[in-house]
């Protein structure tokens, strides 16, 4: 085809196509009137070019393959997370994320019921690991990782002591001559609240605090992010992109074999209980996000989650979800769709800069879980969270049905999770995980 698509528009300067644009603007601000400022610190353009394109190298892995998991809460009926994994298998699930928290179940009881499922396990500790039994197993199919860190941020308390629980991990850790896995729970941040580059960065240190723990004859590290998307699509994208940029840069500094996964998972902050329905399009942009970031694993959320129990139907439709993304729009199909992308480049360069910038001075403290002790992190994310809140609260921060284009004619539910309670008493304030709507629809719910 010798014929050039669109030969006959004119080719215009950059000169003559700013000339234009302050024409248009008839005396008006450029500044005020096109670009606007995130929460997060960024101001964005109207239009991006060649020239707003990153000089800097920025990390876009791709995975070749990413997979889809599904969690399950262990708690005291085995048979029914049994069943829940066998449903999930049906459709097509390849990793199961089992959260254990009951101290009195068995492992070997658990390992043993679910040996028969040919699937991939994550066997995430929120109790002190039996580390002794663990160590005289070898199933090559199980991942067991465990983050104390995060568990006193999300309870504000160790589970024994600061000593005790960051002994368990270590043990656990150095458990095996193979790769150690470093897990690091990212996703209370964003579902507190936390800016993107407040999430990159206590992500960032958070991981530091836990390489610098790991022995030197370690051979092999692996790294799993988890990370929560809300529904802001392309700063998602981006989100995902800076990550791996800078801590593909924080590598060079270890002398034995790092290397990484993400596992994205829709946010809980902005998910609702009016309109419910409309969950499901937020986790689908979120899930969309994370694959076009360069996710390994996707792990959906079920739309009910945030008033429902775990059931069978609303995991069926987080795990549908996935599936059509999979088998009828073919995500899984192409390499980086985003690359090329001035837009998102720039907003990865952007989060990546300030990520590094606040990373160096949480460093520059001691760390994270040394801030986190301090409270000075639940202050910086409570502040954060509370200029969101405000945004939703006058209506300039939108949740569809909520607080604009409400049903007011949509079925009223309420919740029928179990909250569970905490400590009255902790070493620490905890950093709480609270829902935009949550107040306006107590409110409503009167």
């Excluded at 085995?78 to 959260?99: G, H, N, S």
């Excluded at 629980?165 to 609240?193: E, F, M, P």
């Excluded at 179990?418 to 935009?436: A, G, M, Q």
Aim: negative net charge; hydrophobic residues 40%.
């Amino acid at each position: 085809m010798n014929h050039k698509l669109f030969s006959e528009f004119k080719k215009s300067t950059d000169q003559e196509v700013w000339a234009q644009i302050h024409k248009d603007l008839n005396s008006l601000s450029y500044d005020s009137t096109l670009t606007w400022e995130s929460l997060d610190g960024i101001k964005i353009q109207p239009f991006y070019d060649r020239f707003n394109a990153n000089k800097k190298k920025l990390v876009n892995s791709f995975p070749k393959y990413w997979k889809t998991s599904h969690t399950i809460v262990v708690k005291n009926d085995l048979k029914m997370a049994l069943e829940a994994c066998k449903a999930a298998k049906k459709q097509d699930v390849e990793i199961i994320m089992l959260r254990l928290s009951n101290t009195t179940l068995s492992i070997k009881e658990l390992v043993d019921a679910f040996e028969e499922i040919e699937l991939i396990f994550y066997l995430i500790f929120e109790i002190i690991p039996p580390v002794k039994f663990l160590k005289e197993l070898d199933l090559k199919n199980w991942i067991f990782i465990f983050d104390p860190i995060t568990q006193l941020a999300q309870t504000g308390n160790w589970l024994i002591d600061q000593e005790a629980d960051l002994k368990a991990w270590s043990t656990l850790v150095h458990a095996k001559k193979r790769t150690s896995y470093i897990y690091i729970d990212n996703r209370i941040h964003q579902n507190a609240g936390a800016t993107i580059p407040q999430q990159l960065s206590f992500a960032l240190s958070q991981a530091v605090d836990y390489l610098s723990r790991i022995n030197s004859s370690t051979e092999s590290v692996e790294v799993v992010f988890h990370v929560a998307l809300g529904s802001n699509y392309f700063f998602e994208i981006a989100k995902i992109q800076a990550l791996k940029t800078v801590f593909s840069a924080i590598l060079s500094v270890y002398d034995f074999k790092i290397k990484y996964k993400v596992i994205a998972e829709p946010s809980q902050r902005n998910l609702t209980i009016q309109d419910y329905n409309v969950n499901m399009l937020r986790s689908t942009i979120a899930m969309m996000a994370g694959i076009l970031g360069g996710s390994d694993v996707l792990n959906n959320l079920s739309y009910d989650t945030a008033f429902n129990k775990p059931n069978e139907f609303g995991d069926r439709i987080a795990q549908n979800q996935l599936l059509i993304l999979k088998k009828e729009s073919f995500f899984d199909q192409v390499t980086n769709p985003a690359e090329g992308s001035y837009y998102i480049e720039q907003l990865t360069q952007e989060f990546a800069e300030h990520a590094l910038n606040d990373f160096k001075e949480i460093e520059g403290k001691n760390g994270f879980m040394s801030l986190l002790l301090d409270e000075e992190i639940q202050k910086r994310i409570s502040k954060s969270a509370q200029r969101e809140q405000d945004l939703f609260d006058r209506g300039e921060l939108v949740l569809i049905g909520v607080n604009r284009y409400q049903d007011f004619d949509a079925p009223k539910t309420k919740s029928t999770r179990i909250v569970e309670k905490h400590n009255d008493k902790t070493l620490i304030d905890p950093i709480r995980v609270i829902r935009l709507s949550e107040k306006i629809e107590q409110h409503d719910g009167k």
